[in-house]
């Protein structure tokens, strides 16, 4: 089943690409494993996923003990100062900062292992009482102060669109996200590449590759409904 899952989401990704004529090659999907066992993600590994999605940093590390050394892990979910020791080291990327707080924090962990992090700033693009993440106004700012910490990399920006009905319903908040990353590209901060724009879940990461996004996180759509839902 879950093979299956994987190479439609695959045709659904690649005829994205074909309809606004972007090369494939530039869309990477992760699997969003959260709350879901190991026998599944062996699964989505078997069928050739190789990027994993987790939103618990101690979900993260035991799945990380557990699974091939070649896993690219993505923390995508809200993630405490005192626990990214934890994360430092085992992630590829952390999609989520969204305060100077943390990222310093991540910056002394990176410098204490003598490794650097890659992060992107997370965007409440559409303003939402409920979310985490920086508004459109403060992100250029927080990139700047983030980027200028010791050993952490700002590769781009992240978002989680609102629940809706329509995907379309979203559609202007990935523009939206696009334009911001475009224009804070422009002012060239060092340690700064906005080349990766994390948006589009399942309902709608359709219109989000039509709009730009580089990752989409797909967890229900790869495993299925989940028993129990995380923010
Ligand atoms: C759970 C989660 C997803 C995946 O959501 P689905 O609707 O199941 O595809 C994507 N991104 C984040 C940040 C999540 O927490």
């Known amino acids: 089943m879950i093979q299956e899952n994987i190479k439609a989401v695959q045709k659904n990704i690649e005829d994205a690409c074909t309809r606004v004529s972007r090369p494939k090659e530039e869309v990477t999907l992760i699997a969003v494993s959260k709350t879901k066992p190991l026998e599944m993600l062996k699964e989505a590994y078997a069928a050739g996923c190789r990027d994993f999605g987790e939103n618990k940093v101690q979900e993260l590390a035991d799945k990380y003990e557990a699974m091939p050394k070649d896993v690219r892990w993505h923390m995508i979910g809200h993630l405490q100062r005192n626990k990214v020791k934890y994360l430092v080291g085992k992630v590829c990327l952390i999609h989520s900062v969204d305060s100077v707080r943390l990222a310093e924090e991540i910056s002394k962990e990176a410098m204490k292992k003598g490794?650097?992090?890659?992060?992107?700033?997370?965007?409440?693009?559409?303003?939402?009482?409920s979310k985490f993440g920086t508004t459109c106004a403060e992100t250029?700012?927080?990139?700047?102060?983030?980027?200028?910490?010791?050993?952490?990399?700002?590769?781009?920006?992240?978002?989680?669109?609102?629940?809706?009905?329509?995907?379309?319903?979203?559609?202007?908040?990935?523009?939206?996200?696009?334009?911001?990353?475009?224009?804070?590209?422009?002012?060239?901060?060092?340690?700064?590449?906005?080349?990766?724009?994390?948006?589009?879940?399942?309902?709608?990461?359709?219109?989000?590759?039509?709009?730009?996004?580089?990752?989409?996180?797909?967890?229900?759509?790869?495993?299925?409904?989940?028993?129990?839902?995380?923010g």
């Not at 490794?115 to 009482?129: D, H, M, P, Q």
């Not at 939206?176 to 994390?198: A, E, F, G, H, P």
């Open 115 to 129: 490794v650097s992090v890659n992060i992107l700033v997370e965007v409440n693009v559409a303003e939402e009482e």
């Open 140 to 230: 250029a700012d927080l990139v700047k102060k983030i980027a200028s910490l010791p050993g952490i990399f700002v590769k781009g920006l992240m978002t989680i669109a609102p629940y809706v009905e329509k995907s379309e319903e979203n559609r202007q908040h990935f523009v939206n996200l696009r334009k911001l990353s475009v224009d804070i590209k422009k002012q060239n901060i060092d340690n700064v590449s906005m080349d990766i724009l994390s948006m589009g879940m399942s309902g709608d990461y359709l219109v989000a590759i039509e709009e730009g996004a580089t990752y989409v996180r797909v967890g229900t759509g790869i495993f299925g409904e989940r028993t129990y839902s995380i």
